[in-house]
């Protein structure tokens, strides 16, 4: 059977996140999550079904896609195709060519999980290893322990106050309140949780988003940021062990997290509240030639 490539409509977004979710796996490589949509989704279902491709044979999808940004796909495959070279070769092709509709010509990134035989395609097209990222995990098995801090569970009326502390936490971010609402209304929004943490005086302080993928399954942290103002204080651990309680009662088997390895304190924080480190993981690129 032929290997097609297709854009899902805003109302079968829900099966794509579904079959995403049955393909999230402890012992797996890291991929493109259910709960990377979801954050995706503060822009809207439209714009979210826009930056969605699935790959598909005999009506089955067995890899799907996020343009996060025009010039970032982000893949996840179904744990049985990672090594499917016909698969592969199908999606190093599409991506390669701009005349596909995937990715532009020029300078673009592919995010890949480990192992995944369409990295070793993507070579072949010329596409030559990037950044190093430091991906870490969490196992909730054991039981986590309680943060220290006050924890809330934000809900549609302090969308506004956890809106204005990631905002404040990412240079150059305009995530609004508005967007909240956005990306609370989509599909992977069902297991998600966003938690706000206070300081003793009642100031928010430091904010996560935890996506679930299923029961036994590994959760998410996206995103996660302490305001400038109140760095350097044990916020950053503090929420980071929240979110992992919380992914913990909702039934997760572990939380996961990636960032830049050049970014030490992130990793840094992430260690300090119980997270190991896997090995790292590198993008892919083609420049501008």
Not at 57 to 71: F, H, K, Y
Not at 225 to 239: I, N
Request: charged residues 25%.
């Amino acid at each position: 059977m032929a290997i097609e490539m297709g854009r899902p409509e805003v109302d079968g977004l829900g099966d794509v996140v579904r079959v995403m979710g049955e393909w999230q796996c402890d012992g797996e490589p890291l991929q493109l999550h259910p709960g990377d949509v979801g954050w995706f989704w503060r822009f809207g279902a439209e714009r979210t079904a826009e930056a969605v491709r699935t790959w598909s044979r005999a009506g089955e999808v067995l890899a799907v896609g996020l343009l996060d940004g025009a010039e970032l796909l982000r893949l996840a495959f179904a744990p049985e195709v990672l090594r499917d070279e016909e698969l592969a070769r199908r999606v190093a092709e599409d991506v390669s060519a701009p005349e596909c509709g995937v990715l532009p010509g020029g300078e673009a990134y592919v995010e890949a999980p480990t192992g995944a035989v369409v990295q070793d395609l993507l070579s072949e097209h010329g596409w030559k290893s990037g950044e190093p990222w430091t991906p870490l995990r969490r196992d909730l098995g054991a039981p986590v322990p309680d943060p220290g801090v006050r924890v809330e569970v934000i809900g549609p009326e302090r969308a506004h106050e956890w809106a204005a502390v990631v905002r404040a936490s990412f240079e150059g971010s305009t995530f609004t309140g508005e967007r909240w609402h956005a990306m609370a209304a989509g599909a992977p929004y069902a297991g998600a949780r966003c938690l706000i943490v206070r300081d003793e005086q009642g100031e928010a302080v430091a904010a996560v988003a935890v996506w679930s993928a299923g029961e036994g399954r590994p959760g998410l942290i996206e995103p996660m940021g302490v305001h400038p103002a109140h760095r350097g204080r044990g916020y950053g651990r503090a929420v980071t062990v929240a979110a992992a309680r919380a992914l913990q009662q909702s039934g997760s088997s572990s939380v996961l997290v990636c960032c830049p390895s050049s970014n030490a304190s992130a990793v840094a924080t992430y260690r300090s509240a119980g997270l190991d480190p896997l090995p790292e993981r590198r993008d892919l690129y083609r420049d501008a030639s």
